[in-house]
Each structure stands twice: as C-alpha cells, then as structure tokens.
C-alpha cells in the first residue's frame, strides 16, 4: 500500500491581504480619517475643493480616483459621500466615469 501524502503546510502569506486590510480599517479609525467622510466636510471645503479642480483638473481626478480605491479596496464605509463628492465637483457625466472606473479597480484588487 501506499501512503498517503499529506498537502505542505500553508503558507502566512495566504493571510498577508486580510492582515492589511485590517490593519487599513485600524489605521483609519485610530487617525480619525473617517469622520471626512460626510455631508459636513463636503460642504465646509465645496469652494476650495472646487477652485482646485478648476485650477487642477487631471490631478484632481488623479487625487479622487486614488482616494475612492483606496476606501473601496479598504471597505471603509462612507464610500457614499466620496461618490457624491465625484458628482459635486466633476458633474454628473464625469463623476459617474471616474467612480465606475474607481470602483471596478477597487472591487478587483479587493476580490483579487
């Protein structure tokens, strides 16, 4: 008979992705960063949020791209207000690209 062999160990690093994402959701609820992501925040900053994209339009869509794949890869919550913001400053046709766009590379990267 033969014997049976037995499957290597697994690996720590099959857990590497789940220990980041955790350690994103500490990061972000130690710092407080959660508490910008709201109605109040939008409108304090809505005048010099948008002179900034007016100034600055390829970085400012560069700047919300990379913040909505970062709370979609984290799944910080609040990724409603960061959508609305999209809307509010690059009108609808542009904010609903840029957040499809966002969002498809987050959920990607997250289920990858």
Do not use: Q
């Not at 791209?65 to 990724?79: C, H, K, Q």
């Not at 609305?84 to 904010?95: N, S």
């Amino acid at each position: 008979m033969s014997e049976v062999e037995t499957p290597p160990a697994r690996s720590w690093t099959r857990w590497l992705p789940l220990a980041l994402i955790g350690l994103g959701h500490v990061a972000v609820i130690a710092s407080g960063a959660y508490k910008y992501l709201s109605f109040e925040t939008l409108k304090a900053n809505r005048d010099v949020m948008r002179a900034f994209v007016a100034d600055h339009l390829l970085l400012a869509a560069a700047a919300y791209v990379g913040r909505y794949l970062l709370v979609t890869m984290m799944a910080i919550p609040g990724s409603l207000w960061v959508t609305i913001t999209g809307g509010f400053l690059f009108g609808v046709a542009g904010g609903a690209a840029l957040t499809w766009f966002a969002a498809m590379v987050g959920a990607s990267t997250l289920f990858l």
